[in-house]
């Protein structure tokens, strides 16, 4: 079943940090201290890895999906999505 918006509002902070999913790998990380982060869980080469997308409010549900679809294209040609994000970083800090 994928999230909707009013899930993602009426979640609450628990004591230990807790999941949210929606689908394909995507899904939003709550905290104790109510921090809301998205995440995509993915396998490249055969080990599991996670890409940290951005926080919510600031990235929302649709925005954070069109990132997952982004990374899911990128696995389908062979490249690791964390990877990519830290090289295009490595090239903004040069320039």
């Known amino acids: 079943m ?3 918006n009013t899930a993602i ?4 902070p628990q004591a230990a940090p807790y999941k949210l999913y929606d689908e394909k790998g995507l899904y939003l990380l709550i905290d104790p201290k109510g921090g809301r982060l998205w995440r995509l869980k993915y396998r ?3 080990k599991e890895k996670k890409l940290a997308i951005g926080a919510y409010p600031e990235i929302g549900l649709k925005e954070a999906r069109d ?3 982004d990374a899911r ?3 389908a040609v062979g490249v690791d ?3 990519k994000k830290k ?3 490595q090239k903004q800090m040069i320039f």
Not at 9 to 12: C, D, L, P, S, V
């Open 81 to 83: 999505p964390s990877q």
């Open 2 to 4: 994928s999230l909707t």
């Open 73 to 75: 294209s990128l696995l």
């Open 87 to 89: 090289t295009d970083k």
């Open 9 to 12: 509002k009426t979640a609450r």
């Open 67 to 69: 990132k997952r679809d």
């Open 44 to 46: 490249f080469n055969g």
